[in-house]
């Protein structure tokens, strides 16, 4: 099946920096991405859409200049997490859909600490 | 706001029992997915259903769509300690541009 490849998996800050998490189609082209946050014990709450080639929509709540996302690429999407606090800490999951495929496919999640 | 509310949200049963997960809405999906997702990873697609009625089943898992496209269900009969994990409906919309929403999620926990 189509795999989702995303990097890093964990990774921790300082309170200040910025930190880029990055998510490839390894097998597929990925038109659209999706990008989610999953705090402890809870469910996944969509923070933006991107399609390439093109600005991503953001959902309510969630800060443009704070959450940069990239879709530079049918394989790839970057979202940088920009002068990161200790609330920013939190799982974060990318998905890929293809053109042709109904599908939704998950990277393994990308756990980040600021501290 | 939280378009898909799912029950129970924590579920604690004993091995070879059943259970029946819940994924509600009021809004129409065009499809629904379920997944089970481990802790510290991402989570794992375990069905689509796209027509209204339809009934899946994968082992002893058995999913339905309900006929108006807003709501589903997760049945798993005779419960085993590997079926324990967070189950995840997700509901795609396609009105304007593809999105998907997650339901609030079910923690299952089979004890041996």
């Known amino acids: 099946g189509a795999v989702v490849s995303q990097h890093p998996s964990r990774v921790i800050c300082k309170s200040g920096t910025s930190v880029k998490i990055e998510c490839r189609s390894l097998d597929f082209q990925a038109t659209t991405m999706f990008w989610y946050r999953q705090f402890p014990k809870q469910s996944l709450m969509l923070m933006a859409t991107?399609?390439?080639?093109?600005?991503?929509?953001?959902e309510q709540g969630v800060e443009k200049d704070k959450f940069l996302i990239n879709h530079a690429s049918l394989t790839l999407s970057t979202l940088t997490v920009t002068s990161a606090h200790p609330e920013d800490s939190s799982f974060y999951i990318c998905?890929?859909?293809?053109?042709?495929?109904?599908?939704?496919?998950f990277g393994s999640g990308t756990q980040l600490s600021v501290l | 706001t939280q378009l898909l509310e799912q029950s129970p949200q924590f579920l604690s049963i004993q091995e070879g029992e059943n259970l029946t997960v819940y994924c509600n809405s009021s809004?129409?999906?065009?499809?629904l997915q379920w997944y089970r997702q481990e802790p510290g990873e991402g989570p794992v697609l375990l069905v689509t259903v796209v027509t209204g009625g339809e009934v899946k089943k994968l082992k002893r898992l058995t999913f339905q769509f309900g006929d108006a496209r807003k709501d589903s269900s997760l049945h798993i009969t005779a419960a085993q300690p590997g079926d324990t994990g967070l189950y995840l409906c997700?509901?795609?919309?396609?009105?304007?541009?593809?999105?998907?929403?997650f339901g609030t999620g079910t923690r299952l926990k089979v004890l041996a």
């Open positions: 997700a509901g795609e919309r396609s009105s304007g541009t593809y999105k998907y929403i």
């Open positions: 809004s129409v999906f065009s499809s």
């Open positions: 998905s890929a859909k293809g053109v042709s495929n109904e599908k939704l496919f």
């Open positions: 991107s399609n390439e080639g093109s600005k991503a929509t953001y």
